[in-house]
């Protein structure tokens, strides 16, 4: 399985962007975005279990951004609204040949397959 993330960019405060995460040789269980600041570790953003399409956020996102699917496409999103600095990273999309329990859904050691990442850059 190989994952090619996109849609990064530069915008500012208040603004939306919508990432994309292509799943190619094979399907995953579940799939996940994580993001990385400088001088930061890498944290867990969302996730969906691909079984039920049960959905995980941390609460800093909670509310502003929305993950989802377009199983057709082979391709997950992340939709990013009132982007604020503090949300500046490289994201990474990672994914998982199984489901996994909610509780560890945002924990990147359970993700064998990574994007290359894209840089979200919130500024003014």
């Given at each position: 399985v190989q994952l090619q993330?996109?849609?990064?960019?530069?915008?500012?405060?208040g603004?939306?962007?919508?990432?994309?995460?292509?799943?190619?040789?094979?399907?995953y269980g579940t799939i996940a975005w994580f993001r990385?600041?400088?001088g930061k570790e890498r944290e867990g953003v969302s996730c969906l279990r691909s079984?039920?399409?049960?959905?995980?956020y941390r609460d800093s996102v909670k509310g502003r951004f929305t993950i989802?699917?377009?199983?057709?496409?082979?391709?997950?999103?992340?939709?990013?609204n009132?982007?604020?600095p503090d949300d500046t990273a490289?994201?990474?999309?990672?994914?998982?040949?199984?489901?996994i329990i909610v509780g560890r859904c945002l924990d990147p050691s359970v993700y064998e397959t990574w994007g290359?990442?894209?840089?979200?850059?919130?500024?003014?």
């Open positions: 993330a996109s849609g990064g960019g530069l915008v500012q405060p603004g939306s962007l919508r990432l994309s995460c292509e799943v190619s040789g094979g399907h990385q600041a400088p079984s039920d399409r049960h959905t995980s989802s699917r377009d199983r057709a496409k082979n391709t997950a999103y992340l939709q990013m009132r982007l604020q490289v994201y990474y999309c990672a994914s998982r040949p199984g489901a290359q990442g894209t840089q979200v850059t919130v500024s003014s």
